[in-house]
């Protein structure tokens, strides 16, 4: 190895090390935005009790826009009995059109943009028979329709 060889490796060795340290310290910048981030939502609280089924109808009517399957949601669970509590979660009941698509990652887009607009967690069924005895009565017994797709 020529002595401008060796030179021009060193070179490279350093710049790419530079390379290194400015890309770890951006890393570093990202990481604390994000641990910043991170405590602001977890610190964040749910909508008061009081506005949540709005809220939730309101979630769920912009949601289910995008689904064409979707035909009515219903809500049940402590929400929909006026219960709830800021730890509450968001129990929906989905009529869906068999003749359309809907997966399991339409479902799971669905309930991650309620999740998102509402600030808590949400818990969907779409079966047409509920096989569980004890939710199937709790659906019946609760169940209020907060939306239904209009036909055009």
Do not use: W
């Amino acid at each position: 190895m020529r002595k401008t060889d060796a030179f021009l490796h060193f070179l490279q060795l350093g710049i790419e090390s530079e390379r290194c340290r400015r890309d770890n310290d951006r890393l570093k910048a990202i990481e604390a935005n994000l641990g910043e981030i991170l405590t602001l939502v977890r610190g964040a609280k749910a909508p008061a009790t009081s506005d949540v089924a709005a809220i939730v109808r309101e979630s769920v009517s912009i949601a289910a826009e995008q689904f064409a399957a979707i035909e009515q949601v219903y809500l049940f669970g402590s929400i929909a009995r006026g219960t709830a509590d800021e730890d509450s979660d968001v129990d929906l009941r989905l009529v869906l059109d068999r003749s359309k698509k809907f997966n399991l990652h339409d479902l799971e887009h669905f309930c991650k943009e309620v999740e998102r607009r509402t600030g808590r967690q949400v818990d969907a069924v779409t079966s047409r028979i509920i096989k569980n005895k004890e939710l199937a009565s709790a659906i019946e017994r609760d169940k209020v329709l907060i939306y239904e797709r209009e036909e055009h």
